[in-house]
T-cell receptor, first 110, second 116 residues
Framework: NAGVTQTPKFQVLKTGQSMTLQCAQDMNHNSMYWYRQDPGMGLRLIYY???????DKGEVPNGYNVSRLNKREFSLRLESAAPSQTSVYFC?????????FGPGTRLTVL | DQQVKQNSPSLSVQEGRISILNCDYT??????FLWYKKYPAEGPTFLIS?????DKNEDGRFTVFLNKSAKHLSLHIVPSQPGDSAVYFCAASARWGGTSYGKLTFGQGTILTVHP
């Protein structure tokens, strides 16, 4: 039982490049989330998916897109990366209110 | 507009003493509160939670207190151990639509250091 897995663990991009962060959970949770963590800012919600087939914007959605591929997988895409998107990205899943987090992806945009 | 605030960026305590981490919130719709613990290079892990119908919840060395009138919650760790050194986030949820959907708003985090 792996819980929530994220790939890649680290990534360096140049400004303007695109990439997709992958997330998968094996707990049969309905809801999945993408957060970013920046120093002094806590975790801020980018996008979430309450159930398979639905996605909604969170607090900081600009510059990102998401896809809920199936119940297990929820991906986050940066179409044209900017230095302001340098951050640590966490995926989480939940059945109720308690969320379970993946280990994170550390992204640097030069 | 920071709806959940942890005003102490860091806290340092001696092993065996009590650690008290504080959290304030502004949204009166929040009715469920959680504490998460985060070690470096790992994702946050759930620690303890409390519903707004309670004012205290205890789990081993960890106790969370909720003061709804003051919109304040605190996490007490007794006794503190060096392995408790981590970043602690409080989070709050406002349930609506008849479902416990679980969208969370997080505070900025407090770095706890427990010295041997």
């Amino acid at each position: 039982n792996a819980g929530v897995t994220q790939t890649p663990k680290f990534q360096v991009l140049k400004t303007g490049q695109s990439m997709t962060l992958q997330c998968a959970q094996d707990m049969n949770h309905n809801s999945m989330y993408w957060y970013r963590q920046d120093p002094g800012m806590g975790l801020r919600l980018i996008y979430y998916s309450a159930s398979e087939g639905t996605t909604d914007k969170g607090e900081v959605p600009n510059g990102y897109n998401v896809s809920r591929l199936n119940k297990r997988e929820f991906s986050l895409r940066l179409e044209s990366a900017a230095p302001s998107q340098t951050s640590v990205y966490f995926c989480a899943s939940s059945w109720g209110t308690e969320q379970f987090f993946g280990p994170g992806t550390r992204l640097t945009v030069l | 507009d920071q709806q959940v605030k942890q005003n102490s960026p860091s806290l340092s305590v001696q092993e065996g003493r009590i650690s008290i981490l504080n959290c304030d919130y502004t949204n009166s719709m929040f009715d469920y509160f959680l504490w998460y613990k985060k070690y470096p290079a790992e994702g946050p892990t759930f620690l303890i939670s409390i519903s707004s119908i309670k004012d205290k919840n205890e789990d081993g060395r960890f106790t969370v207190f909720l003061n709804k009138s003051a919109k304040h919650l605190s996490l007490h760790i007794v006794p503190s151990q060096p392995g408790d050194s981590a970043v602690y986030f409080c989070a709050a949820s406002a349930r609506w639509g008849g479902t416990s959907y679980g969208k969370l708003t997080f505070g900025q985090g407090t770095i706890l250091t427990v010295h041997p």
